[in-house]
T-cell receptor, first 114, second 111 residues
């Protein structure tokens, strides 16, 4: 079955440093989504990427979708303590129908030291 | 205010007991999902439903059951056959392949 691998599992940074998490799928994806889960909270949808090579920005966050639609990355510039949490990527299989189920990566736990 | 409501927030289960977790949404989403999250781990799919009166097993369905009698509701029963039920349970809904909306979760503990 489809697998989505995410690295690193943990990342500790000093406030102000940059952070990147990477996501790789075993199959071609129709789209990829990113979620953030604050400690003790629930995942919150951040963004969806659909097109090959797509790049989207949300303030200090930059999201990329690979040309082959099998990998993605999330980059945070100049981290802040409010960025703390677990970042998940999740992909829909390209062979699916209009509905389907996401396959989540294991997540990257980000700790930001003030 | 649209969203997903999960209840209860905390639940304690005795050995051999069945418990039911509630999930209600008012987003008019067709698809609903149940995930299990263990400490420091990702999300594992238990069951999902794309339409009323139909649902499919996810990756870890053993020991769980669901029903989808109404579009708004997708309750999950954790049966006594689930040998390690202590976890954080998350319900979600979506419109087609768009982003999921998650509920605030239920923390289940076996006592």
């Amino acid at each position: 079955g489809q697998q989505v691998m995410q690295i690193p599992q943990y990342q500790h940074v000093q406030e102000g440093e940059d952070f990147t998490t990477y996501c790789n799928s075993s199959t071609t994806l129709s789209n990829i989504q990113w979620y953030k889960q604050r400690p003790g909270g629930h995942p919150v949808f951040l963004i969806q990427l659909v097109k090959s090579g797509e790049v989207k920005k949300q303030k200090r966050l930059t999201f990329q979708f690979g040309e082959a639609k099998k990998n993605s990355s999330l980059h945070i510039t100049a981290t802040q303590t409010t960025d703390v949490g677990t970042y998940f990527c999740a992909g829909f299989n390209a062979g699916g129908t209009s509905y389907g189920k996401l396959t989540f990566g294991q997540g990257t736990i980000l700790t930001v030291h003030p | 205010d649209g969203g997903i409501t999960q209840s209860p927030k905390y639940l304690f289960r005795k050995e051999g007991q069945n418990v039911t977790l509630s999930c209600e949404q008012n987003l008019n989403h067709d698809a609903m999902y149940w995930y299990r999250q263990d400490p420091g781990q990702g999300l594992r799919l238990i069951y999902y439903s794309q339409i009323v009166n139909d649902f499919q097993k996810g990756d870890i369905a053993e020991g769980y059951s669901v029903s989808r009698e109404k579009k708004e509701s997708f309750p999950l029963t954790v049966t006594s056959a689930q040998k390690n039920p202590t976890a954080f349970y998350l319900c979600a809904s979506s419109y087609r392949t768009y982003g999921y909306t998650f509920g605030s979760g239920t923390r289940l503990t076996v006592v």
